[in-house]
Structure formats: C-alpha cells, structure tokens
C-alpha cells in the first residue's frame, strides 16, 4: 500500500488502468465542511493561512473556481467587469482555488480577521428594549420549513426550533433533508410545533401547510419543493436576499444571481408581498457581528419578532445557550433579526462603514464619456499618456461613426473591450497592480496582526510543469514583493526590444489581438448601418470570451477565434446583401 497526496489522484488513475486484473484506490479525507464545523466548535484548530484574490489582477476565467469546485469563491462585479473573490465568513480552507491559473491569488499568514468593533451601537443589548410581539398559538400544527444550503447552518436553525418547543413542553417533530452532502447543496428542516404531541400527524411539512418558511437562501426557496408547502394568505416567508452563488457558477462563470426571479415566485405561491419579509441577512451579519455565518440566526429572529414563530423569546435563546457554541454572538444574531424587523432602515444605516474602514470605492462608470475618462486614466497608470491616448483616439472615431444612427451602444461596447486587450496583464502589470496602494489598504481594512503575503505565481522560468505540460503554482514569499516593486518601474520597456518577456507567444499573441481587433472595428465602421449594428455590437464583445492567464487563455482564444471568423463571414455576407440591394 502507498499513500500519495489527492493531487496525484489524477496520475494514479492513470497508471491503475494500464493494471491487469482488479485494483483498488481508496480516497480518504475528512469532509472539509466537518472540519469548518470542528472548528467553529473549538475541536480543530484553524489554520494560520487565508487566501485572498487580488481583484485587480483577477481576469475572471472561472479556472479557480473549477479547480476547487468551491461555491466560497464567489463573483463580484467591478468597473472592469465580473471578477472573483473569496467568502471568508464560508470558506473552508481546503486551498484547492490555489491551483486555479492566475496570480491573482495571495495568501495571509499570521493575522486574523477584523470583527466589527464593539461599541454601544453594534451592542443590540445596549439599545432600548423592543416591543415582544404576539405569538401564535399552535392548537393544530404550525409548520416551519427552513431552506437553505449545506454547511450555512440550516439544520441548527432547525434543532434550535426543536429544543426551545421542548422546553416549552410542546409537541415537536423535526425532519431534515439534504440534497448533495457539501456545502452548497439545497438542504431543509422540515419543524413542526403543536400545543400537545397529538396534533401532529407526519413529520414533514406537507403541501400547502406551511405557516412559515425561513428562507435562508432564496433559489432554495423558489424551488418546486419549497413552493409547493407554501399556500397563499397562510404562508409567511422570512427571505434572506443576499445571493449567493450555486453549483453552476462554477462551470459558468457569467451566471446571474435571479433574485428578481426567485422573488416573484416566493411572493406568488405566499399570496402576495405582503406574506414577504425581506431583508440582506448575510450583509447585516457581516457588517453587525463579523461573520456571515449568523445569517440564519438573524433570520430566525427577524421571523419570531414578526410573530411568525410560536415560540417564546426565552425558550429559543435557552436554546442557543444548549447548542453552546458561539452562544453571545448568536444571541446577538437573534435580536439583530428583531431590530431588523422593528426597524430595518435604522440597523441598515447602523450597518454602514464607519470611521477608518469607509472603503472609497468609485460608483460604476455610467455615460460614455465616464467610461472611456476611467480607462485612459487606467492605461496611463499601465503604461504612459500616449497609450493611453492611442486608446481614446480610436474610440473616438468609433463615436464619430455611430453617432449617425444615433447611438453609442457600438462605441460603449469597443471602449470597455479594446480597453481589454489594451490592458493585457502581462509582468509588468501583475507587479504593478499587486504594489498598488489600494489592493494593500484593502489587506489593512480585512486583516490585522503581524501577518506576511505570500504570492502564488508559476513563473515560465522557474514553474514545473504537470502531466499536461501545463505550468504549476507556487508559494513565493516576502521577496517577492521586493521583486514587484523593481518590475513595476520597468513598465517602459513593454513592447520595446529590451522587453524580456516580449518575445513569448503569450505576449505576442496579445499584441496580436490588439491589432486584430483594431483591424475588425475598423471593417465594421466601414458598413455601419442601423439594419448592422446588433450584429457589430456582438462581434465587437468578443474579447469577453478570452480571459485567464497562460493555458487557460489560450484554450478560451482557441474556443472564441471560430466564433469571431463565423461572425464577421455573416457580417460581410449581410454587407455584400446590403450592397446589392
């Protein structure tokens, strides 16, 4: 028997088929939602490691999220487009997003995450006390179904409900059920509370019988499952609105959040939005108690404080007393949830930056000109005033063209896509970027303690290289730093012959885009009409489909050059048909 490390699972599978006869490989691990959950509880230690992604420097190639099949990295959309980010509140720290492509990716040794700070005013004890809320009685069974994701704590929200109906000398029956067993999987709690244990009759909720549902993730809840317990003017749903993102991010990296979806058939199958309370659980948290863990006990007590639970303020908090795990901070999850109900704009407003960690962060670019100001500042920072001028000159033109249909969706779309290929992150750039002032305060605001950065890069002159002759990450320490600071102010010799890294065929391949898109716009100007311009707005999109680093680019370029050939062979055939007529 030989133990190898779950990387070279992939090479034993391999070489066991060229095996006569029978073989056996055995793949043991502990789940890695336990080892969140034994941490939580003090059973295992954490690790003294977090990743983080560089925005930034992140091209939003998904690579990362399909090496680690993990729903904690998650989107997030910035000016220049969708990028990733890691939750810290449910991330497991498997590390397996580290072998994602991209180096983007750092890690923080020796510091742990900010907690808001503890004043008055994030003290819900502190503020004066609410009005308790009538609560329902239960003389035939009152139906609670929790919905929501594996490893986000449903089922505590769930045996919560339990013990404090126990204690409460009521009839209880609780039932769980669980799709995929990993974090992310849709899971519910099916609770049932009467006055005496005879007035319930079957464990689940059945159809049409739910009194309230307690959504802690709202695709959950608009599944067929979810709805079909719901019926209209008895339902009551405590809906969490944060979105997060499912399997098919992982596989899809530009997959939407259907919020507005999911909501209007919560609100249908309830009878109406007045069955809805509604409330960012997740943000208020994060932003109130330090982690988006408490989501659901904020939730819970949001929905007791609406008068949706028929169980007594003293019971439930008892409860969490017995869970005995995190008890104060999930006492004060639940009487957040309380003030959320009494009050959300006031624990909304209480939920802002305050005092040094306000994050300045630019509003999204809006009109043309904004849009274009922003990106020739950007370039001038990439490399000088006269690229970026370049940049702004031929867009320009593009305005100047389109201006006669009387639009500006063409030179919109050419502006954020040459920008693009103009941008290309080669070297210099990485360094820049990661030596950037405002990626490090953002480290500050996140982190505190003495910690280091460690960078995860497969350089082409010092990587491995795998089985597939793909290039492979590693860890480089604090010099590293050192390194980027020198490399960042060599940004003049991009392109030059003095360009060390120029002569790659990453790097001549991306100046290559560069012209050829120029080439493509400029063909597309040429025949511009109004009957054209949906066809040229798509192709001038295009370069949305070339994303990643290395491996990873090329294998998007290669998916995406067959379309921008079919594309323009369709755009030249309806020119040629314009003509003729």
Same mark, same amino acid.
């Given at each position: 028997?030989?133990?190898?490390?779950?990387?070279? !699972?992939?090479?034993?599978?391999?070489?066991?088929?060229?095996?006569?006869?029978?073989?056996?490989?055995?793949?043991?691990?502990?789940?890695?939602?336990?080892?969140?959950?034994?941490?939580?509880?003090?059973?295992?230690?954490?690790?003294?490691? %977090?990743?983080?992604?560089?925005?930034?420097?992140?091209?939003?190639?998904?690579?990362?999220?399909? @090496?680690?099949?993990?729903?904690?990295?998650?989107?997030?959309?910035?000016?220049?487009?969708?990028?990733?980010?890691?939750?810290?509140?449910?991330?497991?720290?498997?590390? +397996?997003?580290?072998?994602?492509?991209?180096?983007?990716?750092?890690?923080?040794?020796?510091?742990?995450?900010?907690?808001?700070?503890? =004043?008055?005013?994030?003290? #819900?004890?502190?503020? #004066?006390?609410? $009005?308790?809320?009538?609560?329902?009685?239960?003389?035939?069974?009152?139906?609670?179904?929790?919905?929501?994701? &594996?490893?986000?704590?449903?089922?505590?929200?769930?045996?919560?409900?339990?013990?404090?109906?126990?204690?409460?000398?009521?009839?209880?029956?609780?039932?769980?059920?669980?799709?995929?067993?990993?974090? &992310?999987?849709?899971?519910?709690?099916?609770?049932?509370?009467?006055?005496?244990?005879?007035?319930?009759?079957? %464990?689940?909720?059945? %159809? +049409?019988?739910?009194?309230?549902?307690?959504?802690?993730?709202?695709?959950?809840?608009?599944?067929?499952?979810?709805?079909?317990?719901?019926?209209?003017?008895?339902?009551?749903?405590?809906?969490?609105?944060?979105?997060?993102?499912?399997?098919?991010?992982?596989?899809?990296?530009?997959? @939407?959040?259907?919020? +507005?979806?999911?909501?209007?058939?919560?609100?249908?199958?309830?009878?109406?939005?007045?069955? !809805?309370?509604?409330?960012?659980?997740?943000?208020?948290?994060?932003?109130?108690?330090? =982690?988006?863990?408490?989501?659901?006990? /904020?939730?819970?007590?949001?929905?007791?404080?609406?008068?949706?639970?028929?169980?007594?303020? +003293?019971?439930?908090?008892?409860?969490?007393?017995?869970?005995?795990?995190?008890?104060?901070?999930?006492?004060?999850?639940?009487?957040?949830?309380?003030?959320?109900?009494?009050?959300?704009?006031?624990?909304?407003?209480?939920? @802002? $930056?305050?005092?040094?960690?306000?994050?300045?962060?630019?509003?999204?670019?809006? %009109?043309? =000109?904004?849009?274009?100001?922003?990106?020739?500042?950007?370039?001038?920072?990439?490399?000088?005033?006269?690229?970026?001028?370049?940049?702004?000159?031929?867009?320009?033109?593009?305005?100047?063209?389109?201006?006669?249909?009387?639009?500006?969706?063409?030179?919109?779309?050419?502006?954020?896509?040459?920008?693009? /290929?103009?941008?290309?992150?080669?070297?210099?750039?990485?360094?820049?970027?990661?030596?950037?002032?405002?990626?490090?305060?953002?480290?500050?605001?996140?982190?505190?303690?003495?910690?280091?950065?460690?960078?995860?890069?497969?350089?082409?002159?010092?990587?491995?290289?795998?089985?597939?002759?793909?290039?492979?990450?590693?860890?480089?320490?604090?010099?590293?730093?050192?390194?980027?600071? !020198?490399?960042?102010?060599?940004?003049? /010799?991009?392109?030059?012959?003095?360009? $060390?890294?120029?002569?790659?065929?990453?790097?001549?391949?991306?100046?290559?885009?560069?012209?050829?898109?120029?080439?493509?716009?400029?063909?597309? !100007?040429?025949?511009?009409?109004?009957?054209? /311009?949906?066809?040229?707005?798509?192709?001038?999109?295009? #370069?949305? @489909?070339?994303?990643?680093?290395?491996?990873?680019?090329?294998?998007?370029?290669?998916?995406?050059?067959?379309?921008? =050939?079919?594309?323009?062979?369709?755009?030249?055939?309806?020119?040629?048909?314009?003509?003729?007529?």
């Amino acid at each position: 028997v030989t133990v190898h490390h779950r990387d070279d !699972l992939d090479r034993q599978q391999r070489e066991f088929r060229t095996i006569p006869g029978t073989t056996a490989i055995v793949y043991d691990q502990t789940c890695a939602t336990e080892k969140r959950r034994r941490r939580k509880r003090g059973k295992l230690a954490t690790p003294d490691r %977090t990743v983080v992604i560089n925005e930034a420097v992140c091209e939003g190639c998904g690579d990362c999220s399909a @090496q680690s099949n993990c729903l904690s990295v998650e989107p997030v959309e910035t000016e220049f487009g969708r990028k990733r980010r890691i939750n810290q509140s449910s991330c497991n720290k498997d590390y +397996a997003c580290l072998k994602g492509f991209c180096p983007s990716f750092v890690t923080v040794s020796g510091a742990t995450l900010k907690k808001p700070k503890k =004043d008055r005013t994030h003290d #819900p004890a502190a503020l #004066p006390p609410l $009005p308790e809320p009538p609560l329902p009685r239960c003389e035939q069974a009152w139906g609670i179904l929790v919905a929501g994701v &594996g490893g986000t704590g449903v089922i505590t929200i769930g045996q919560l409900l339990g013990m404090a109906a126990h204690l409460e000398g009521k009839g209880i029956v609780t039932q769980d059920a669980g799709g995929l067993a990993q974090k &992310g999987g849709a899971t519910w709690s099916h609770v049932q509370i009467a006055e005496r244990p005879d007035a319930i009759f079957c %464990t689940k909720v059945g %159809t +049409a019988e739910a009194d309230l549902v307690i959504a802690c993730d709202a695709i959950v809840a608009a599944r067929k499952d979810t709805l079909a317990v719901m019926r209209e003017g008895r339902t009551h749903v405590a809906l969490n609105t944060h979105g997060s993102p499912t399997a098919a991010f992982v596989h899809q990296p530009d997959w @939407q959040f259907p919020a +507005a979806n999911c909501e209007r058939a919560i609100a249908q199958a309830a009878g109406g939005p007045q069955q !809805l309370g509604r409330l960012d659980a997740e943000r208020l948290a994060t932003a109130l108690l330090g =982690d988006a863990i408490y989501a659901n006990p /904020l939730l819970l007590g949001y929905a007791w404080q609406r008068g949706w639970v028929p169980l007594g303020r +003293a019971a439930l908090k008892r409860a969490i007393e017995l869970n005995g795990v995190q008890v104060a901070s999930n006492h004060a999850a639940f009487e957040w949830g309380r003030r959320a109900a009494h009050d959300l704009a006031s624990v909304t407003a209480l939920a @802002q $930056p305050q005092g040094q960690v306000v994050q300045f962060v630019k509003k999204p670019a809006t %009109t043309i =000109d904004e849009i274009v100001a922003r990106r020739v500042e950007f370039l001038t920072g990439y490399q000088n005033a006269a690229y970026a001028g370049q940049y702004q000159a031929f867009v320009e033109r593009v305005r100047v063209a389109e201006a006669k249909l009387g639009s500006t969706k063409l030179t919109e779309t050419v502006a954020r896509y040459l920008f693009k /290929l103009m941008a290309y992150k080669d070297e210099y750039e990485v360094a820049r970027l990661h030596t950037d002032p405002a990626f490090l305060d953002k480290i500050a605001q996140q982190f505190e303690g003495n910690y280091t950065l460690r960078h995860h890069l497969a350089p082409p002159a010092l990587a491995k290289r795998n089985g597939q002759g793909e290039l492979v990450k590693q860890a480089y320490g604090p010099w590293m730093r050192t390194a980027f600071k !020198l490399l960042a102010r060599l940004k003049g /010799l991009r392109g030059t012959a003095l360009d $060390p890294f120029g002569r790659t065929e990453e790097r001549q391949m991306e100046r290559a885009l560069i012209g050829r898109y120029k080439d493509t716009i400029e063909e597309l !100007l040429a025949g511009l009409n109004a009957g054209n /311009l949906a066809l040229a707005i798509e192709i001038a999109r295009l #370069p949305e @489909q070339i994303r990643g680093y290395g491996h990873v680019k090329e294998r998007h370029l290669q998916a995406a050059l067959p379309k921008w =050939d079919a594309l323009m062979t369709q755009w030249r055939g309806s020119e040629a048909v314009s003509k003729a007529a």
